[in-house]
């Protein structure tokens, strides 16, 4: 949960709901017939930025997609379906379906400047928070 | 004689993998980590096929030499470590669901595998792992003599 002090940004997460477990979606819903499920996240935020990192195993980059809308940030991972030409599958643990999870940012998030990579399955985004600007007001002696 | 043939009553050797490598799990490392098959760490899917089995397992943030994986007769063992991601001063956490540190789970399988033919593979965060039967462990088809 988020720690909630004055002056700190803040950043909500929907309900962790474990890994494999699949999420039930509030407002739209999907139209493929597959699985939301959700992925594995931590959160940490320095005076610059808020890191979001996520793990989204199976997913490369040209299916991945991050949005935005308004103030809500969703990340959806497709995960392709597995085949394997001449197997079955006899034994599984991992739930099918696609990695969906959504923040809400606050507005202190500098949203044009989000930046995000991917690697071996984990993504890494960083929100960076508007500076302050600070004006100095000159005094004229009256 | 009616064979039966119910779903059920069919005896099905991956329950038992499934059982038998949460009880090795738990003899090998010996930790909290024995819990459950299902909250055991990484998740895997397992293939089998004529050649032999593939095993697939979920195992993001991690770089290829931090995973090892080995073969003792028909016993798979993966191992590996993943890197904190370190707490410096001046940051709050805000979640923390991804979990860092060493895990070890090993695998009991229904045959013998052929050591050397393992491969692995490591791409988007799953590890994919091949594992060939055993030549001197597949079935034979034993020819009927005439009298």
């Known amino acids: 949960m988020s720690t909630k002090k004055k002056g700190t940004y803040e950043v909500q997460a929907t309900p962790a709901a474990g890994e494999e477990h699949p999420v039930a979606q509030a407002q739209a819903e999907p139209t493929r017939s597959r699985a939301a499920l959700s992925p594995r996240c931590d959160i940490h935020e320095t005076n610059e930025a808020v890191h979001l990192t996520a793990d989204l195993p199976g997913v490369v980059e040209e299916d991945l997609e991050i949005t935005l809308e308004k103030s809500v940030l969703t990340i959806r991972g497709r995960v392709a379906e597995r085949r394997v030409e001449g197997f079955q599958r006899v034994y599984s643990e991992l739930a099918e379906g696609d990695w969906v999870r959504s923040f809400q940012l606050s507005n202190e998030a500098d949203t044009s400047r989000i930046q995000a990579t991917l690697k071996n399955g984990v993504l890494r985004l960083s929100v960076p928070k508007h500076q302050p600007t600070v004006r100095k007001i000159a005094v004229r002696a009256g | ?147």
């Open chain 2, 1 to 147: 004689m009616v064979w039966n043939t119910l779903p059920g009553s069919v005896w099905n050797p991956w329950v038992e993998l499934a059982r038998m490598q949460s009880e090795l799990s738990r003899l090998l490392d010996g930790s909290e980590r024995a819990v459950a098959a299902q909250g055991e760490f990484p998740p895997v899917e397992v293939w089998a096929g004529e050649p032999g089995l593939r095993l697939f397992a979920r195992l993001p943030g991690f770089e290829p030499d931090d995973i090892e994986v080995s073969v003792v007769g028909d016993v798979l063992t993966l191992k590996g470590t993943r890197p904190e991601d370190g707490e410096k001063e001046g940051e709050t956490w805000h979640r923390r669901e991804r979990g860092s540190g060493r895990f070890v789970r090993s695998f009991q399988l229904p045959y013998a595998v052929e050591s050397d033919g393992v491969r692995a593979s490591y791409q988007r965060g799953v590890l994919e792992v091949e594992l060939p039967r055993s030549a001197a462990d597949k079935p034979r088809r034993i020819a009927i003599e005439a009298s």
